[in-house]
């Protein structure tokens, strides 16, 4: 419970050496309740079917059944899954970038009718439940004939409240001066965002970009309603269906499960450091 | 002379600035379509739709006022939903605050592998709930092959079935969603930590104050903005869980895992009760306002800003 340098702290050695096991016991401890789900769906996922029901639990495999990812994979149509889910997040996250940056290029440089209001109205829209919309925006889609194709997982999801205002308070806080330097040297508005600001805010487009990414990656609930085909079901959605399928073999299910959250796990670990950074700093905004 | 050149300037200013409110409108266009369209517009088209009953494909619906709003209250299952969403909120926000809140204060003793414990305890957040549902849904095996319950015997406990126990099935979902949000609160709470000036320990140190009283009086008070925002994000999070249910119970065994979302879900595109499931939608979203509201009166006045 105490925050101080430990220099400052009064204490024999030993006594310190015993408070830091201590941590790291707990923190340890935490750690492993943490893993070992993952690690359970890695051993099921090659076990051969007959030793997952053998008790004791063995977390071993005494044989490495690969082919259970084969097998699953065949099953059903996986690769399709992926391909919709990699192409439905990256153009959401394209896509919303590119809205957001527009607009919070507004909010933070220009000085137009309405913006205070424009802006608070848009913070509102954040108090606004996701399933509020579940139902007018599924009737919108059924009018337009979107339902099953592409324009429903990803239009509805192009405008975030969230990424405007990260990269507004971002844009912010580059000076003004620059705006005027780079209109002497015949910079448009819009090349000046481009070119200058853009690069500028790296950063926070990481962040955002990472958000919308995994958020789009991950989604449920709208695309299990709003596809009903092989055809546009993500990853999510087709593992759920998956499971409905074959839900009493843990092997491939377990598989299908590793193969579904492997790909944001690995694109974690090489950008953990900017995006736990990002949660972090929308803590503080508040 | 001087008039003249002022209300020049004033027409060349309001000239510049209708151009500039022009160009912003631009820029703002392609961001706020998508946010009126299927963000803004729907809250006052989901009430419309609410007055309704309706399956969506028919040309012709009847209009019937408030009468969904009346057959919600004569509900009962919508009204178990509710009670079970509490239990669930009751059940997870303060045992993951805690939790996070312990975790956040040992990483920030300047230890050795903080990053390594973040990233860990981070890794449940990034993947998908309903992925780890699945995974859940095997640790939660009723038999002597489940990992919780292996673990239980190994203790010499006895065993439980779980997902098939109305007694245990809320408690399985809560246990589960807790380990998969620890991480994300965690991270708020580490950087809520680091954010607290040191001085303000220093100065308490020199007041002779230790452990527990430093805690008490320094810490606990200085990070309570973080808790505040913690705590909301977390309520209105909890609110709306579903993945969880979809995947595990399905709402069951006899209804006691029957949230609002995922009865709300049943509702609209299982049954296609659109108009029902419109009014149930703003039942719980007047239920989040009015919750994050008095949170704020209660909560938020306690709260200290440095």
Not at chain 1, 112 to 127: H, N
Not at chain 1, 173 to 192: H, M, N, S, V, W
Not at chain 2, 172 to 200: D, H, P, R
Not at chain 2, 272 to 298: C, D, E, H, N, P
Request: net charge positive; with cysteine; proline share 5%.
């Amino acid at each position: 419970m105490n925050h101080v340098r430990t220099h400052h702290r009064p204490g024999t050695l030993p006594a310190r050496l015993l408070r830091s096991v201590g941590i790291h016991a707990l923190l340890l401890a935490g750690a492993v309740i943490m893993l070992a789900p993952f690690a359970w769906m890695l051993s099921t996922s090659l076990k051969d079917y007959s030793e997952v029901f053998t008790v004791p639990i063995r977390w071993i495999p005494s044989r490495l059944v690969w082919s259970n990812y084969v097998d699953a994979w065949n099953e059903a149509p996986f690769a399709r899954y992926f391909f919709n889910s990699a192409f439905v997040a990256t153009a959401t996250t394209i896509g919303q970038l590119a809205f957001s940056a527009l607009a919070a290029y507004a909010f933070a440089t220009m000085n137009f009718f309405g913006r205070e209001v424009i802006f608070t109205l848009f913070l509102g829209t954040m108090m606004i439940p996701d399933q509020m919309t579940l139902v007018p925006n599924y009737v919108l889609l059924f009018k337009l004939n979107w339902i099953d194709t592409y324009y429903a997982l990803i239009v509805p999801w192009l405008g975030s409240v969230f990424s405007i205002f990260l990269m507004r308070q971002f844009f912010q806080t580059i000076p003004k001066e620059l705006y005027d330097a780079a209109q002497i040297d015949g910079c448009t508005r819009f090349g000046y965002l481009w070119r200058v600001m853009a690069p500028l805010s790296r950063p926070v487009f990481i962040t955002c970009g990472l958000f919308t990414f995994i958020g789009s990656w991950n989604a449920f609930l709208w695309p299990l309603i709003v596809t009903n085909t092989d055809r546009m079901r993500t990853i999510q959605v087709g593992l759920s269906t998956f499971m409905q399928e074959h839900g009493t073999v843990p092997t491939l299910l377990m598989a299908a499960s590793t193969m579904a959250i492997m790909p944001v796990v690995i694109g974690f670990f090489f950008v953990q450091r900017q995006f736990i950074q990002g949660i972090a700093r929308t803590g503080l905004k508040s | 002379m001087l008039a003249h050149k002022t209300q020049a300037n004033d027409a060349a200013r309001r000239r510049r600035y209708l151009k500039e409110t022009f160009t912003a409108y631009l820029y703002l266009l392609p961001a706020t379509a998508v946010l009126v369209i299927f963000h803004f517009a729907p809250v006052f088209y989901a009430f419309y739709v609410s007055l309704l009953d309706w399956n969506y494909i028919s040309p012709n619906p009847a209009f019937v006022g408030i009468a969904n709003y009346a057959a919600l209250l004569q509900d009962s299952d919508f009204v178990t939903s509710l009670l079970n969403t509490v239990y669930y909120v009751v059940g997870t926000v303060p045992t993951s605050m805690a939790a996070a809140l312990l975790v956040a204060i040992l990483l920030n003793q300047k230890i050795r592998g903080l990053a390594w414990y973040r990233t860990v305890y981070f890794l449940p957040v990034i993947t998908a709930a309903n992925a780890v549902a699945i995974i859940w849904f095997w640790i939660y095996h009723p038999d002597y092959s489940g990992l919780l319950n292996g673990f239980l015997d190994k203790l010499g406990l006895p065993i439980q079935s779980w997902l098939l126990d109305p007694k245990w099935a809320m408690p399985c979902i809560i246990l589960m969603s807790i380990w998969k949000g620890l991480g994300y609160n965690v991270v708020i709470f580490l950087a809520g930590l680091q954010n607290i000036s040191t001085e303000y320990y220093e100065a308490a140190q020199i007041d002779g104050a230790r452990g527990w009283s430093i805690f008490r009086h320094i810490t606990w008070p200085l990070l309570s903005p973080t808790t505040f925002f913690v705590l909301i994000i977390s309520v209105i999070g909890s609110f709306q869980v579903f993945s969880q249910v979809y995947v595990m119970t399905r709402g069951g065994p006899l209804k006691s895992t029957l949230v609002v979302v995922y009865y709300l879900y049943k509702i609209g595109f299982e049954d296609f009760k659109m108009g029902y499931a419109s009014a149930m939608a703003y039942a719980l979203f007047v239920i989040i306002f009015v919750l994050t509201l008095l949170q704020r009166k209660y909560i938020g006045s306690r709260v200290h800003y440095q």
